[in-house]
T-cell receptor, first 116, second 110 residues
Framework: DAGVIQSPRHEVTEMGQEVTLRCKPI?????LFWYRQTMMRGLELLIY????????DSGMPEDRFSAKMPNASFSTLKIQPSEPRDSAVYFC??????????????FGEGSWLTVV | QKEVEQNSGPLSVPEGAIASLNCTYS??????FFWYRQYSGKSPELIMF????GDKEDGRFTAQLNKASQYVSLLIRDSQPSDSATYLC??????????FGAGTTVTVRA
């Protein structure tokens, strides 16, 4: 399997611009997670989906952030408008309850976002 | 109080020694416990998971869980320079949310 695929890998944008991060989970996985990692706050869960339905978005920092999962193989995380404090690595991850390791999640390579 | 706490380190050990990493958690309802390794600039990758009290061994790695004391640890035996990384402890309840600690940075000196 190709693993979790994220794009873009790196993005530099100006404050106020819209940013869209994309994710393709591992085929057959029915859970999808968006995490954000910074030096200050570590790895934080933003939102997760089960069978394309958002289950918990309590980690989404504010209304500027939104996430969608229109089908089982694609999800987006959008920031509009972006701010310098949004600079971080955004990880998408997926998992399947049916796997032997229970709810082990597998991470994509991350999208490195810099807002200037 | 943070949900998952780890000593940030850095933990420096000589090659061939045992590296011992500790993690405590606050939610007594936690069911599953994971150790992830993250190399600089890379994504976290799963090393081990443990569900039951006691020890679980996988190669040079041993995870230890004590639910009564709410701690989980990771031992790395015969440490190698390639083990130099940040190790993340993660804990979940039944709702599939994984809460991560801040990570412990390990440096293995050749």
């Amino acid at each position: 399997d190709a693993g979790v695929i994220q794009s873009p890998r790196h993005e530099v944008t100006e404050m106020g611009q819209e940013v869209t991060l994309r994710c393709k989970p591992i085929s057959g996985h029915d859970y999808l997670f968006w995490y954000r990692q910074t030096m200050m706050r570590g790895l934080e869960l933003l939102i997760y989906f089960n069978n394309n339905v958002p289950i918990d978005d309590s980690g989404m920092p504010e209304d500027r952030f939104s996430a969608k999962m229109p089908n089982a193989s694609f999800s987006t995380l959008k920031i509009q408008p972006s701010e310098p404090r949004d600079s971080a690595v955004y990880f998408c991850a997926s998992s399947s309850r049916g796997q032997g390791a229970g709810n082990t999640i597998y991470f994509g390579e991350g999208s490195w976002l810099t807002v200037v | 109080q943070k949900e998952v706490e780890q000593n940030s380190g850095p933990l420096s050990v000589p090659e061939g020694a045992i590296a011992s990493l500790n993690c405590t958690y606050s939610d007594r309802g936690s069911q599953s416990f994971f150790w992830y390794r993250q190399y600089s600039g890379k994504s976290p990758e799963l090393i081990m998971f443990i569900y039951s009290n006691g020890d679980k061994e996988d190669g040079r790695f041993t995870a230890q869980l004590n639910k009564a004391s709410q701690y989980v640890s990771l031992l790395i035996r015969d440490s190698q320079p390639s083990d130099s990384a940040t190790y993340l402890c993660a804990v979940s309840t039944n709702d599939y949310k994984l809460s991560f600690g801040a990570g412990t940075t390990v440096t293995v000196r050749a």
